[in-house]
Structures are given as C-alpha cells and as structure tokens.
C-alpha cells in the first residue's frame, strides 16, 4: 500500500513524531510505500472559504499544499500525527485538514491511522482531538479508521520511548498490507 504519514509537530523526534517513525518502520517492513511530510516545515496556508476549488480543480493559493493535496488525493493511508495543543488538534494539522476542502468530495484516501500524544496523563485529555479527527472522517465519503495511537502522559522530548503507543506504532504500522 502507499502510505503518508503527516508529522504535525513543530518538535521533530518530538513523541508524536517518534511515534510516526515507528509506525513507518513497521509499515516498510511489509514492503508498503511510505513517505512522510512534517507539517512545519512546509508553507500551507489556512483555507480563504472562496469555494475555487469547488469549481475548478486545486485551490486558487499556490503554495505546498499543490503537491501535497495531489499525494493525499492518491495515498491508501493517510496518517495524521498531532501534539494535544490545548485539549485538540494542532492549529498545523487542522489548516492540512481544511485545505483538503478542495478535493473532499473528490477522489482522495480511503484509510486513516490517528496518532495523538498529550502531557495529561488522563484518557479525557485526548477527547476533542479524537473527535476532530472523527468528525473529519465523518464528511469523507468511504473512510475507514483503521487505529488510533494514543500515548496520554508524555510531556518531555522522547518520554513516548517508555509508553505502551510506542510499541502499538510498530505493530499497527507492521499490520498495513
Ligand atoms: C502549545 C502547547 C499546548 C499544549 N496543550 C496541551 C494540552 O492541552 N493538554 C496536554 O495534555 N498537553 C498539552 N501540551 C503538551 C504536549 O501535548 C505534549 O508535550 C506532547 O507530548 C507533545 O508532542 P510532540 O513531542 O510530538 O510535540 C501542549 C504543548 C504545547 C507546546
């Protein structure tokens, strides 16, 4: 399967992002295709709402977003990988998720993997993330969820290395076929 795997966090081997390496390395090992993007380091701006992409094809903006819609449009899985910023998604990934405004109702993925890591030890501390990432899925027609990786309590750089999510990252990514 072809596979992307979108790294949200500003903090690269951050915990949400050491989770996402796991995962590719589970999913390589079964030969799937995998690339990665980290949201930082791409220029992506918000969504201007003009309904452009309703009637053409692509968005009016030129930026990273023109490539990159093309690789979510024709990847199998797309895997969103997030920080909990404030009790919900990062501000980066939910500008990745509205621009996706321009092909939503067109061809684009069919799986979604969701990964999410907090400093609040409490499963709570994950819930309007989870459910921004539900409800994303709930406007896209034929999705499906096939996991969530969640790793509540990791606050420091690398504290996910000790965290049960971490492991899971690597079987979950080992399952992808
Ligand atoms: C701007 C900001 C907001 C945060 N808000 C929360 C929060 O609301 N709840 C929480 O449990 N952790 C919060 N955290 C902590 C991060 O979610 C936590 O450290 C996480 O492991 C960071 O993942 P990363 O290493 O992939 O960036 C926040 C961190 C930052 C920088």
Redesign the pocket.
């Known amino acids: 399967m072809n596979i992307l795997v979108v790294s949200s ?3 690269t081997k ?4 050491l989770l996402c390496d796991e995962l590719i390395r589970g999913a390589k090992e079964k030969g799937n295709i995998v690339s990665k993007v980290s949201l930082h380091q791409l220029n992506i701006h918000p969504c201007k709402g003009c309904d452009y992409c309703q009637e053409h094809d692509g968005c009016i903006q030129d930026d990273d977003m023109k490539d990159l819609s093309k690789v979510i449009q024709n990847t199998d899985v797309l895997v969103m990988a997030t ?5 919900n998604l990062s501000s980066s990934l939910k500008l990745l998720i509205d621009r996706t405004y321009a092909f939503y109702k067109k061809k684009h993925f069919k799986k979604t993997i969701l990964i999410a ?4 030890p409490s499963p709570e ?1 994950m819930k309007t993330t989870i459910s921004g990432y539900e409800s994303y899925l709930s406007c896209l027609d034929g999705v499906e969820n096939l996991g969530m990786i969640l790793a509540a309590g ?2 420091k ?1 690398g ?1 996910v290395l000790g965290h049960s999510a971490f492991k899971q990252a690597y079987e979950l990514g080992k399952s992808l076929q």
């Open positions: 966090s500003g903090r951050g915990n949400s992002d920080p909990v910023y404030f009790y890591t907090s400093a609040d501390a990791v606050e750089m504290d």
